[in-house]
């Protein structure tokens, strides 16, 4: 999920109280992987099934747009035959004509509209998304701290935070504590139990 890589290239490396112990020359150092936590805390799969629901919606809504538009182009082509057809008089292709125009200029102004409505939308939509994740990678932030603050650790590295060139930044730490899974824990504690259900996938509709 690049949501994920996104926010937690942000967090690279805490440092967290403890001068007392850099003085004695002995640090007390953890590390704790933020992509997992984010990825298997609950908080954030219900998040992404809910935004998988609002995505869904306005897909749902851009199929119902394309739909109209759709009975348009069979209309316009109908009537292109119509005045193709050598059978039908002059003025009665005119009339045709200037229904045929009206209908044109009509699903042109609807697909201009279905287009802006689905990026208006999903614009909102990612917003939303992006402050939900932020929200919950600053919780779990906190957690860590806290947990770093409560064993008394100097430093806590996120060994899942990568460089530029995508290289870890955490190539090798001595005697660091992993507490990734005493957090995963702790964040899970009040999670729901699964009910197995999905959000249904829209049909995918085109721009």
């Known amino acids: 999920m690049t949501i994920i ?8 490396a805490a440092g967290l109280c403890g001068v007392a112990a850099a003085q004695e020359g002995k640090l007390k150092i ?3 992987d933020m992509q997992q936590l984010f990825k298997e805390y609950h908080r954030t799969n219900e998040a992404q099934k809910q935004i998988n629901v609002e995505r869904a919606r306005i897909q749902k809504e851009n199929n119902e747009r394309l739909a109209r538009i759709r009975e348009l182009d069979t209309e316009l082509q109908d009537m ?29 102004a609807l697909d201009r509209e279905r287009r802006e409505f689905l990026q208006r939308r999903n614009q909102a939509l990612n917003e939303k998304m992006m402050q939900r994740m932020k929200g919950i990678l600053e919780e779990i932030r906190q957690l860590v701290e806290e947990q770093a603050k409560g064993e008394d650790y100097d430093y806590v590295f996120d060994k899942s935070g990568l460089s530029t060139s995508q290289v870890p930044f955490m190539l090798y730490t001595k005697d660091a504590t992993d507490i990734t899974a005493v957090l995963l824990k702790d964040l899970n504690k009040d999670a729901p139990p699964e009910s197995g259900d999905e959000a249904p996938a829209a049909e995918e509709g085109g721009e």
């Open 80 to 108: 292109r035959k119509m005045l193709d057809d050598p059978s039908i008089n002059d003025a009665k292709k005119q009339t045709v004509y200037r229904d045929w125009q009206m209908k044109q200029n009509e699903g042109i």
């Open 30 to 32: 953890a590390t704790v």
């Open 5 to 12: 890589r996104r926010f937690t290239a942000v967090i690279l």
